[in-house]
């Protein structure tokens, strides 16, 4: 979402004045004035919404199992991948990247069959585990990009200061591992699963995971400012990327907020795609082939 090195040059100040009055930004900022207005002019029973979301069918035992369930399928893509991969000769960034590609959306389904295995045997509906209702969806999908444009300010100005901090202190930008790979040429096949991976399955199977299973165990166990602080801090931490270490750890805390206020897992997973999806536009625009460097 933000390029450091753009504003690297820029005192703070300077930088998050420029951040504050670009125009999209200004049109997000409306939107949360809007909200807030909204929020004084009905109310929210808080009270209420915690209930529902401590009510939720996802206790420690539930949580761990699945956990475990995860890991031992994380370990075995990974030493398959990694067994396999070695015994390739002269391996490609194209391989490399049909690997990640595979692998990824293996641990999505992962993530997606096991908590459909869990809910069965439990006799439990998607909209009693999640609040995920056929007829509540497209008003729930609006208040997830409605909840975009709101975080939008908020995660844009700690993401451009925790970037100007890192490059200060001699870290300079590093993208994901994805993002790298799409900044290399690539054929198209594997620039759609890159893409898909990034708007579709990420963003429901870990907020599945990480909103839908672990944010009622977290408020139960800790409260709600805790439980959605201590959930975010996990959430940064698992994606193992210093650099977006603090705008993953404020979009986490906006996914929650989603979450709680919607009841419905619709919102949250709306939020997420809406995040990459921007960012890889914003990628695609800055690095095509007219702006000079070629994807």
Same mark, same amino acid.
């Given at each position: 979402m933000i390029d450091a090195l753009e504003f690297g040059a820029l005192p703070l100040a300077r930088a998050l004045s420029a951040f504050f009055t670009n125009p999209l930004v200004l049109i997000c900022l409306l939107v949360d004035a809007l909200v807030i207005l909204r929020l004084a002019q009905y109310g929210l029973n808080g009270g209420r919404l915690v209930a529902r979301m401590r009510s939720r069918p996802w206790p420690l035992r539930e949580a761990a199992r699945l956990v475990l369930a995860l890991t031992a399928a %994380? !370990?075995? %893509?990974r030493l398959s991948v990694s067994f396999l991969f070695h015994l390739e000769t002269g391996g490609t960034a +194209? +391989?490399?990247? !049909?690997? @990640?590609?595979? #692998?990824?959306?293996?641990? $999505?389904a992962c993530v997606v069959m096991l908590i459909a295995g869990r809910l069965r045997p439990r006799r439990l509906t998607w909209r009693e585990a999640f609040g995920l209702e056929r007829r509540r969806a497209w008003p729930d999908?609006? +208040?997830?990009?409605?909840?975009?444009l709101a975080a939008v300010p908020a995660v844009g100005a700690l993401a451009l200061t925790w970037s100007l901090f890192l490059v200060r202190v001699g870290? /300079?930008?590093e993208p994901q591992l994805v993002v +790298?790979?799409?900044?290399? /040429? #690539?054929?198209a096949g594997v620039r759609f699963g890159m893409i898909a991976i990034a708007v579709v399955t990420a963003p429901v199977a870990e907020e599945l995971l990480f909103r839908g299973v672990g944010l009622p165990l977290f408020i139960r166990r800790f409260g709600v400012l805790p439980g959605i602080t201590l959930l975010s801090l996990l959430f940064a931490a698992v994606h193992f990327h210093l650099f977006s270490w603090v705008p993953l750890f404020a979009m986490a805390w906006a996914f929650s907020l989603a979450y709680l206020y919607s009841g419905s897992i619709v919102a949250p997973? @709306?939020? $997420?795609a809406l995040f990459n999806g921007v960012s890889l536009a914003i990628l695609f625009a800055v690095h095509a082939p007219g702006a000079g460097a070629a994807l």
């Amino acid at each position: 979402m933000i390029d450091a090195l753009e504003f690297g040059a820029l005192p703070l100040a300077r930088a998050l004045s420029a951040f504050f009055t670009n125009p999209l930004v200004l049109i997000c900022l409306l939107v949360d004035a809007l909200v807030i207005l909204r929020l004084a002019q009905y109310g929210l029973n808080g009270g209420r919404l915690v209930a529902r979301m401590r009510s939720r069918p996802w206790p420690l035992r539930e949580a761990a199992r699945l956990v475990l369930a995860l890991t031992a399928a %994380v !370990l075995a %893509v990974r030493l398959s991948v990694s067994f396999l991969f070695h015994l390739e000769t002269g391996g490609t960034a +194209r +391989r490399e990247a !049909l690997w @990640v590609i595979g #692998q990824t959306l293996f641990l $999505h389904a992962c993530v997606v069959m096991l908590i459909a295995g869990r809910l069965r045997p439990r006799r439990l509906t998607w909209r009693e585990a999640f609040g995920l209702e056929r007829r509540r969806a497209w008003p729930d999908a609006r +208040r997830g990009a409605v909840g975009y444009l709101a975080a939008v300010p908020a995660v844009g100005a700690l993401a451009l200061t925790w970037s100007l901090f890192l490059v200060r202190v001699g870290l /300079p930008p590093e993208p994901q591992l994805v993002v +790298r790979m799409l900044m290399e /040429p #690539q054929p198209a096949g594997v620039r759609f699963g890159m893409i898909a991976i990034a708007v579709v399955t990420a963003p429901v199977a870990e907020e599945l995971l990480f909103r839908g299973v672990g944010l009622p165990l977290f408020i139960r166990r800790f409260g709600v400012l805790p439980g959605i602080t201590l959930l975010s801090l996990l959430f940064a931490a698992v994606h193992f990327h210093l650099f977006s270490w603090v705008p993953l750890f404020a979009m986490a805390w906006a996914f929650s907020l989603a979450y709680l206020y919607s009841g419905s897992i619709v919102a949250p997973i @709306v939020m $997420h795609a809406l995040f990459n999806g921007v960012s890889l536009a914003i990628l695609f625009a800055v690095h095509a082939p007219g702006a000079g460097a070629a994807l």
